[in-house]
């Protein structure tokens, strides 16, 4: 039976650099992929017309379907609705009611594109590197959370979030990342902040046990801001880095600078069966949003890891990626890894992609 992708644009740029994966994938649907989509509404777009970010229908769809590809989502103007209503808490609600847990931010520079990276090219030539955060636990989900109105002293509120995991969370998260360091280099890094937090000691304590399990792994630990620096001196010193659901956040966008292009870069959230919801590691950059210059290929990078992890269409997405490798060959850029060059439009790029597939 055809599998069934949903597909969420989202905001800002989601919409444009969706039009061009799904170009893509009707050119191999075209060619005899056996996969079914449908489009539904997501984030402030869907607040727009539904009053809800993640309206019934869309979870439904979301539940339903064998995998999710998502553009962006949020924008300036929905910053101001009501907290609850924001895009933001409509995509950690997917996460956590799929419980996509296993979230794999990958960091690698293509060669085409040494030059674009803000670091010396012989620190960066060649990196290949895994993150995988938690995505449905810590602080982005603990218990109680919120800004107190009613504080004793009667004159100041009083902002709190809990930093929590539980045992269970941090195994499978913990059993997620030895497996990804067994199927590449064997490195694994698990980053946190185990002098100062109880909840880092837990995670750090229990790392260490599931690592017995795994012996050809190399396990070491890093404290978070030690990782931040060695991030930016000396990034290939790491395979796979594992950690929590808010250093994640932040290592991952530090990690996707280093290749100069977060606009090339896909990501994928797995539930525990595989299931997975893929989307680019960039935002929905409302500052570029309409112009029709956003980068497509991170998008589509997603959709060939979609191909890969979740469907086990292997050749589908070794298709895509020899795709995009030779658009890059061709010498062809969007405007944010153009350097001083010349750029083309989103849909020139989702174009190019669609032709080298087929030649
Ligand atoms: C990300 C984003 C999200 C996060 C936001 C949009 C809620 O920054 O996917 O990294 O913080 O997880
Ligand atoms: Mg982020």
Known sequence: MAKHITILPGDGIGTE?????VKVLDALIAKGLDVTYEQKLF????????GSCLPEDTLEACR???AILLGAIGGPVYDKLPRDERPERGLLKLRSTLELFSNLRPAMLFPQLADASSLKPELVAGLDLMILRELTGGIYFGEPRGISTDDSSGNERRGFNTMVYTESEITRIAHSAFRIAMQRGKRLCSVDKANVLEVSELWREIVTTIGAEYPEVELTHMYVDNAAMQLVREPKQFDVMVTSNLFGDILSDAAAMLTGSIGMLPS???DVAGKGMYEPVHGSAPDIAGQGIANPLATIL?????LRYSFDEAASADRIEQAVAKVLDQGLRSADIAADGESVSTSAMGDAVVLALST
């Open 17 to 21: 650099i969706m039009t061009e994966a």
């Open 43 to 50: 984030g402030g777009a869907a607040h727009d017309s539904t």
């Open 64 to 66: 339903a379907c064998d």
């Open 268 to 270: 994928a959230s797995l």
């Open 302 to 306: 997603s959709l060939a890891m979609l």
